[in-house]
C-alpha cells in the first residue's frame, strides 16, 4: 500500500476554482501487484458539499500501520473535521472494490466523547499503529496539538495524547477504549513537543504485552536547547486479575536526542529481535543530528536500543549508525520488522529523504559463545615434574582444560560453517607461564555450531614457591579473524578467570584432614527498611583456631534472593553463584586468621511482589565452608533473621472551614431543625474537610477513622449534619449513630446510612461555662489504600442558631469544632501500625458587637476626611462673613 495524503479533488464552485486535499491509498495484491486507488473521505461524496468543515481536507493517509492481527490497516487522516482529524480502519478485500471500512468519525467530537470544549486543530491521527491493548486488538493513534495551554496545566486538555481505537461492535465504527498522556511533571517541556509525531508498538520486556513508544522530536529539556528531541516509554501492566492499564517510565523522558535540532524521536520502528535474545528492539530516528562537526549538520543518525528483561536498554547502552558516505535526512523512515532477504530474521532499511537514498544494514548472525577453563587436578609446588626450557630444569605444572562450544540465536544461514575463535589466556602473577616460556598463550578453536572442542594447555609454574596465595589465569575469546556474517552475543561471557588449586601440606595428607576450627558470629547493623534504598548490613566475624583452613568461603542461602550492594572489606570478595546463592571468598584462614566485614545486601523484586504472604523478617542460612576438615561443624553456621521494618504512616490533612468563620446576630430569626421545612431555615451552612494520603511507596491495607462531631449543646441541635459523610472514590464501610444524619429530612434528597444501629456515645469536650458541646462518634473502616492515594472526607452541616438563642450562651461558644482520629489497622508484613494521628477544624462563631475580624471599609475613611474638610470650610466661610477676617486684619496693622 501507498499513500498520498496530498492528493486533491478539483472543486468548481462559483466560478472558483479550489482543490481540496483529500488524500488517497493505492493497494495491490501479489503476483500481479495491480494498484488501485481507495479514498473513503472522498468516495460517494459530492465534491460541491466539500470543504475543510467536514472531509475536503482529510489528507487520508499521512499515516498508516498494518494491523497484522486482523489483516487490515490503519490510516491516519488529521485534517477532518476542521482539523481535529479522524482514523480510518480499512480492510481490503480481494478482487473487489469494496472495502471494510470502520472510523471515528464527526460524531465522536460532537457529542463530547473527545473534549468538552468543540475546537479545532488537534490533528488527531497524525501518526498511527497496530496495538494490542487488555487482550484486544486495536490502534493508537496520536493528537500531537494543543489547543489552549490552561487546559494542559489544569489536566484537562484533549492534546497532547495518544487514544487507543478499538472497534464498535454496535455500530461497526471505532471508539476510544483508552487515553494516554504525560505525566503532569512534564508540562513545561511538552506543550510544543509535538508528542506523538510517531509512534511504535512492541514487546521490550518480553512479558507478552505490547509495549508503546511515543516520539516527541521538538522536545527541549532545557532553555538553552531546541528541538533536541526524546521518546516516552509507556508499558502495558495487567493481567487476567488485575486491570490492564499504561504506565508511564520513571522520571520520562529518559532517552533524549543529545544535541539541539537533532529532532531525536522523527521516526520510530519495531525492528523485531535483531540479536535473538527473545526481546524487541527499536529503531530511532534523529534526522537532522549533526555527527561529527558542523559541516555535517542535518545529515542524521539512527540509534539501536535492545530490549531486555527490564525494558528498552538506556541511551548509554544504545547503538548509534551513521550514513557512509554522508547522506542527508538519514533517519526520516525506517522500515518495520524487515525480513531478511535470506528469509529468516531481520535487516534494517533506513531512508534519507535529503539524498533520495535508501539504505539497508544486513543484520548479523549472533552466536553466544559458552566456554570455561577446568584445571585438571592441583598443583604441587613442593613437586618439580615438568620441563622447563627457560629455566633449563624441572618445574611444577598442572594441565589446564579449555573448552568452548557456539550456538546461534537468531539463524539466518542454513549452512553449518566451521567459526574460527582465539582464546588468550594469561597470568595474573609472573610466577606462572605457559607451553611457549611467556605469560600470555593465544589458542585458536575451528568449531562447528553446538560441538564442544576442547584443547588442554599446561600451566608451569617456577620452582620454590612456599607463599601459598590466590593465583589467577586470566582469558577472553573472540573471532579469530573479522567476521562479516557473525557476531559475538552481547549477552555472552567472553572474560573469566580461575584460581589456580593448589596441594597444601598440613598434618594429614590432604587438605581436606587438615583440622580447622571456624567460629563464625554475625551482628545486624541495619534492618532493611521496606520500599526504601537503606539496605541491610550485617557484620560478620570469623576466626580460625585451628589448622589453616584453605579456600574458605562464607556462603548465604535464602528462600528470598538478594542483590549485594556493598562490602566493606577490600579484601573480601562477594558475588552471587549459579544457585542464586551469596558467596563471599575469604581465601586462606591461617591458625588464629580473623576475618571481620561487612556486607550490605538489598532484596530483588521478586520480595515485593509476596508482601501479603511474606513473613516480618528475612531468614537466611550462613555457613562457612572450606576444603580443610570443620573439626567443629555447628559453630561454622549460623540460622538469621533479619527483621524487616517497615516505616510509614498515613497524612491526615485537614482543610480550611468552609466558611472560616460564621457571624451570629441574637437578634436575627433562625427555626429550630424540629419547626424548620428546610436547611436554610436553621442557620447557615458549615462544610468540615479532611484528607488522608498514603505518601508512601507501598500499600496501607486497613485503616479506620472516627469522626467525633459535635452534635448537640445541652440536648439541643449544634452543628445539624446534613448527610452522610462524602468519601472519594474507595471502598469503606461507615457506621452512624441512629438519629445522627437529618432525622428531620431537611435535605429532600437526603441519603441516610442503611444501617445505623451502631450505639450512641456522647462525649463531653472540656467544658465552656455549663454549657459544653456534646459529640457523637462516627466510624469509618478502610480497605487497602494503594501507595499515593488520596481520600477527601467532607461532611456537610448546618450551625443551629436557634441553640444559641435560646441556650443565652452569650458569646461563650467561640467555635464549632470538629476532630478526627486515624488509625492504621494492618500495615504490609503485618508490621506494627504506627501510632494514631489526629486534626481539629474549628469555624469561628463571632457574635453581635465583637467581630474582631470585621476590617473598616477604605471607602469609610475617605467619606469621612472629605466630610471632615468640608465642614472645615464651611466654618471659614461663615466667620469670613460676620468680619472676623477684617478685625484681625486691623489689629495686625496697628502692631
Known amino acids: ?322 550514513a557512509e558516505p554522508k547522506l542527508y535526512g538519514f533517519g526520516s523512515s525506517i522500515a518495520q520488522q524487515l525480513p531478511s532477504i535470506e528469509g529468516q530474521g531481520y535487516d534494517l532499511a533506513v531512508g534519507a529523504y535529503g539524498s533520495d537514498t535508501v539504505l539497508v544494514f544486513k543484520s548479523k548472525e549472533v552466536v553466544d559463545v559458552i566456554w570455561n577453563m577446568t584445571f585438571i587436578g592441583k598443583i604441587d609446588f613442593s613437586k618439580d615434574e615438568c620441563i622447563c626450557e627457560q629455566l633449563l630444569r624441572l618445574c611444577p605444572c598442572i594441565d589446564l582444560e579449555v573448552c568452548l562450544i557456539y550456538h546461534k540465536k537468531n539463524v539466518k544461514y542454513e549452512d553449518n560453517i566451521k567459526l574460527g575463535f582465539n582464546i588468550t589466556l594469561s597470568t595474573v602473577n609472573d610466577e606462572l607461564f605457559f607451553s611457549n616460556e611467556k605469560t600470555e598463550l593465544q589458542e585458536k578453536f575451528e568449531v562447528e555450531e553446538d560441538k564442544r572442542k576442547c584443547k588442554i594447555l599446561r600451566v608451569l609454574a617456577k620452582p620454590g614457591i612456599e607463599e601459598i596465595r590466590l593465583f589467577t589465569i586470566m582469558g577472553h575469546v573472540n573471532f579469530s579473524k573479522e567476521e562479516k556474517r557473525v557476531i559475538i552475543d552481547r549477552h555472552s561471557v567472553i572474560r573469566k578467570s580461575e584460581d589456580l588449586p593448589i596441594t597444601i601440606h598440613c598434618n594429614a595428607s590432604d587438605i581436606s584432614g587438615c583440622q580447622s576450627d571456624v567460629i563464625f558470629q554475625y551482628d545486624i547493623l541495619d534492618n532493611y527498611v521496606l520500599m526504601s534504598s537503606q539496605s541491610m548490613k550485617i557484620h560478620f566475624k570469623v576466626k580460625n583456631q585451628g589448622e589453616t583452613a584453605y579456600d574458605s568461603k562464607l556462603n548465604i542461602r535464602s528462600n528470598d534472593v538478594f542483590k549485594i550492594n556493598n562490602v566493606e572489606n577490600d579484601e573480601v570478595v562477594c558475588e552471587e553463584n549459579i544457585k542464586k546463592e551469596i558467596e563471599c571468598k575469604l581465601g586462606r584462614l591461617d591458625n588464629n586468621a580473623k576475618v571481620y566485614f561487612n556486607l550490605s545486601l538489598i532484596p530483588t523484586q521478586e520480595f515485593l511482589s509476596s508482601l501479603d504472604t511474606h513473613a516480618p523478617f528475612f531468614n537466611m542460612t550462613a555457613e562457612v565452608t572450606t576444603l580443610s576438615a570443620l573439626s567443629n561443624p555447628d559453630t561454622a553456621i549460623k540460622q538469621i533473621k533479619a527483621p524487616i521494618d517497615v516505616q510509614g504512616s498515613l497524612q491526615l490533612i485537614k482543610q480550611p472551614s468552609q466558611p472560616g468563620f460564621v457571624y451570629f446576630n441574637s437578634s436575627s430569626y433562625y427555626k429550630s431543625a424540629k419547626e424548620a421545612k428546610s436547611e436554610e431555615e436553621i442557620g447557615p451552612e458549615i462544610k468540615h474537610t479532611y484528607k488522608i494520603l498514603n505518601a508512601n511507596k507501598f500499600s496501607i491495607y486497613e485503616a479506620d477513622l472516627t469522626v467525633h462531631w459535635p452534635h448537640t449543646i445541652d440536648g439541643k441541635y449544634f452543628l445539624y449534619l446534613m448527610e452522610n459523610l462524602s468519601v472519594s472514590e474507595m471502598y469503606h464501610s461507615c457506621h452512624y449513630p441512629s438519629g445522627l444524619v437529618d432525622p428531620f429530612n431537611l435535605k429532600a434528597d437526603t441519603q441516610k446510612q442503611g444501617s445505623q444501629t451502631h450505639e450512641e456515645k456522647t462525649s463531653a469536650l472540656v467544658g465552656i461555662g455549663d454549657k459544653s458541646p456534646e459529640y457523637k462518634e462516627i466510624t469509618c473502616s478502610f480497605g487497602e489504600i494503594p501507595a499515593g492515594e488520596e481520600i477527601t472526607v467532607s461532611l456537610r452541616s448546618r450551625l443551629v ?24 489497622t494492618k500495615m504490609p508484613l503485618n508490621h506494627d501500625p504506627p501510632p494514631p494521628s489526629s486534626s481539629t477544624i474549628n469555624t469561628k462563631i463571632s457574635y453581635q458587637n465583637e467581630n474582631p475580624d470585621a476590617v473598616v471599609p477604605v471607602w469609610l475613611y475617605i467619606v469621612s476626611t472629605l466630610g471632615g474638610l468640608l465642614l472645615l470650610g464651611i466654618i471659614v466661610v461663615i466667620l469670613w462673613k460676620v468680619g472676623l477676617a477684617g478685625y484681625l486684619a486691623s489689629r495686625l496693622s496697628l502692631w
Open 1 to 322: 500500500m501507498v499513500c498520498a495524503p496530498q492528493w486533491y479533488a478539483e472543486r468548481k464552485k462559483f466560478n472558483e476554482r479550489n482543490y481540496l486535499p483529500v488524500g488517497m491509498c493505492f493497494a495491490a495484491k501479489s503476483p500481479t501487484y495491480k494498484f488501485k486507488g481507495f479514498s473513503p473521505p472522498f468516495d460517494g461524496q459530492n465534491v460541491r458539499s466539500m470543504s475543510y468543515l467536514n472531509t475536503g481536507s482529510c489528507q487520508f493517509g499521512i499515516s498508516a500501520a498494518h494491523l497484522k492481527a486482523q489483516n487490515t490497516f490503519a490510516l491516519g487522516a488529521p485534517g477532518c473535521w476542521t482539523w481535529r482529524g479522524d482514523t480510518w480502519e480499512v480492510g481490503l478485500a480481494p478482487d473487489s472494490d469494496k472495502h471494510d471500512l470502520r472510523h471515528l468519525g464527526k460524531q465522536i467530537w460532537q457529542d463530547g466523547n473527545m473534549n468538552t470544549k468543540w475546537e479545532n486543530s488537534y490533528y488527531l491521527g497524525y501518526s498511527v499503529a497496530s496495538f494490542k491493548f487488555a487482550g484486544q486488538n486495536g490502534i493508537v493513534s496520536s493528537i500531537p496539538r494543543i489547543t489552549d495551554e490552561s487546559d494542559l496545566t489544569e489536566g484537562e486538555a484533549l492534546g497532547p495524547s495518544i487514544v487507543v481505537l478499538t472497534q464498535n461492535s454496535d455500530n461497526n465504527t471505532l471508539k476510544v477504549s483508552l487515553k494516554i498522556s504525560p505525566s503532569k511533571v512534564n508540562v513545561d517541556d511538552i506543550r510544543f513537543a509535538f508528542f506523538g509525531y510517531s509512534l511504535a508498538t512492541l514487546d521490550t520486556n518480553g512479558d507478552g504485552l505490547e509495549d508503546l513508544v511515543v516520539g516527541a522530536p521538538f522536545y527541549s529539556s532545557s532553555k538553552d536547547s531546541y528541538d533536541q528531541g526524546a521518546i516516552f516509554i509507556y508499558m502495558q501492566i495487567g493481567s487476567e486479575y488485575d486491570p490492564y492499564k499504561m504506565e508511564e517510565e520513571d522520571s520520562a523522558p529518559q532517552r533524549k536526542g543529545s544535541k539541539s535540532f537533532s529532532r531525536f524521536g522523527s521516526c520510530l520502528a519495531a525492528i523485531g529481535d535483531l540479536d535473538g535474545d527473545g526481546y524487541e528492539d527499536l529503531a530511532v530516528g534523529a534526522p537532522f543530528m549533526t555527527v561529527d562537526s558542523d559541516e555535517d549538520a542535518g545529515t542524521g543518525v539512527v540509534y539501536i536500543y535492545m530490549g531486555s528483561e527490564e525494558g528498552l536498554g538506556k541511551d548509554d547502552t544504545r547503538q548509534m549508525i551513521k
Open 801 to 824: 442558631f436557634r441553640t444559641l438563642k435560646e441556650l443565652e450562651l452569650g458569646t461563650s461558644v467561640k467555635n464549632a469544632s470538629s476532630f478526627v482520629d486515624l488509625q492504621i
